[in-house]
């Protein structure tokens, strides 16, 4: 690992999302150069495994809970407001995941993204925000 990357955290996906909430956890991680047709991968080196709470729900499914994300399916309904006197006004469905985390004591802020595919890559950029604010530093490697 060498330099480091400033990332916005809502453009965060895959290895890198990976190793800032491993960051945030304080979960000792490495990351392993691609080889046999692999990507850039975070790994526990105490027992080999891959670390990847953006992709496996028993990495990521605690997490959602310790910090209490709220998670809104694609078909969750949202108001558009298109103008004062169009007909388009009305409740839709929103077509996107999304994830909510409201302050803890310390921060009282709320944080919500949206994904169209993964509620986990949503519920893990809430927290990496929560806890880092809006922008990460990232190794270099993982955005490739």
Do not use: C
């Not at 945030?24 to 891959?50: L, S």
């Not at 999304?98 to 809430?126: C, N, Y």
Request: charged letters at 25%; a neutral charge; hydrophobic letters at 40%.
């Amino acid at each position: 690992m060498t330099d480091l990357i400033e990332v916005k955290t809502t453009d965060l996906t895959g290895a890198a999302l990976d190793w800032v909430v491993a960051q945030v956890e304080v979960v000792p991680v490495a990351i392993a150069a691609p080889h046999y047709g692999t990507d850039w991968r975070v790994y526990k080196p105490d027992f080999g495994g891959k670390y990847s709470p953006s992709t496996d729900w028993a990495i990521g499914g605690p997490l959602i809970e310790k910090y209490k994300v709220l998670l809104t399916p694609p078909t969750d309904m949202v108001h558009r407001n298109f103008g004062s006197f169009d007909k388009r006004n009305g409740w839709y469905e929103s077509g996107h995941w999304g994830s909510t985390i409201f302050g803890k004591e310390r921060k009282h802020r709320r944080t919500a993204f949206q994904h169209p595919d993964s509620p986990l890559i949503v519920a893990m950029r809430a927290i990496v925000q929560f806890e880092l604010g809006d922008t990460v530093q990232v190794p270099k490697e993982l955005l490739q």
